[in-house]
């Protein structure tokens, strides 16, 4: 399930790539919803009849019958900061239940031991070609 609130700004952008969607062909088409998925969290599925074309004529009927809401643009901004913030917790839980069943290796864990073991030691790459030439 993707947004149902966007900024005036991102409803006009939005309306010109479906116009953009109904008049391409095949791989245009899904190059325009995959950008309508990734850039402004819009699927159509969301909010289109199963089989009927979504343009900007079905867009226009969604904000009218009030399905899709328009906000200005800071409420939009913060509304994404916060959806970015819940994401990255989200992430870090799933990668701390990740790391406690033993499905993979805290790689940090991994660097902070490293480091504490050998110390850091900064070499370069002449350092290297050096010793190998002695």
């Not at 019958?65 to 409420?75: F, K, N, P, Y």
Request: glycine letters at 6%.
């Amino acid at each position: 399930m993707g947004r149902n609130k966007f900024s005036e700004r991102e409803i006009t952008i939005i309306r010109k790539l479906l116009g953009r969607k109904m008049a391409g062909n095949r791989n245009q088409q899904k190059l325009v919803r995959h950008t309508l998925r990734t850039v402004f969290e819009f699927n159509i599925a969301d909010f289109n009849v199963q089989g009927k074309a979504y343009g900007p004529k079905e867009l226009d009927e969604c904000l009218r019958r009030g399905v899709i809401h328009v906000l200005d643009d800071a409420t939009i901004e913060t509304m994404k900061e916060r959806y970015a913030e819940r994401k990255q917790r989200d992430e870090a839980l799933r990668q701390a239940e990740a790391v406690a069943e033993g499905e993979v290796v805290d790689w940090q864990e991994v660097q902070r031991q490293w480091e504490e073991y050998y110390g850091k030691q900064e070499t370069t790459p002449n350092d290297n070609d050096a010793n190998q030439l002695s």
